[in-house]
């Protein structure tokens, strides 16, 4: 049942936090029904202001990479990029064995 995963924290500049969570919540409105997707989490840091994570599980890397040609991604990638405090920090890629919520 292995899954492909990802977690990732992307810093946005002072004061864009919102902005970038709320582009972020549009792209996993896009992707949901991608082919392979399970979740795409957007959740926001508690202690580091302007930090955002995304957490995403899906069948495979192919679905993943695959879901950048969904209508619109590209578009919200575009918007997101400028609010970024830097180059987005390499996350985490995870091999997801199951769990709760996971089928």
């Known amino acids: 049942m292995n899954k ?3 977690h990732g924290k992307l810093t946005a ?3 864009n936090g ?3 969570a709320a582009i972020l ?3 996993a409105q896009l992707v949901s029904t ?3 997707c ?3 989490l957007v959740s926001i840091d508690k202690t580091l202001e302007d930090a ?3 957490t995403e599980v899906w069948d495979s890397q192919e679905d993943h990479d ?3 040609q969904v209508p619109g991604v590209r578009e919200l990638i575009s918007q997101a990029m400028p609010l970024l405090a830097g180059k987005p920090e390499k996350g985490q890629v995870l091999e997801i064995l199951g769990g709760a919520g996971i089928s």
């Open 4 to 6: 492909y995963g990802l």
């Open 13 to 15: 500049s002072a004061g």
């Open 18 to 20: 919102e902005k970038l």
């Open 25 to 27: 919540l549009e792209a």
């Open 34 to 36: 991608a082919k392979g």
């Open 38 to 40: 399970h979740l795409y």
């Open 52 to 54: 955002v994570w995304v």
């Open 66 to 68: 695959n879901s950048l």
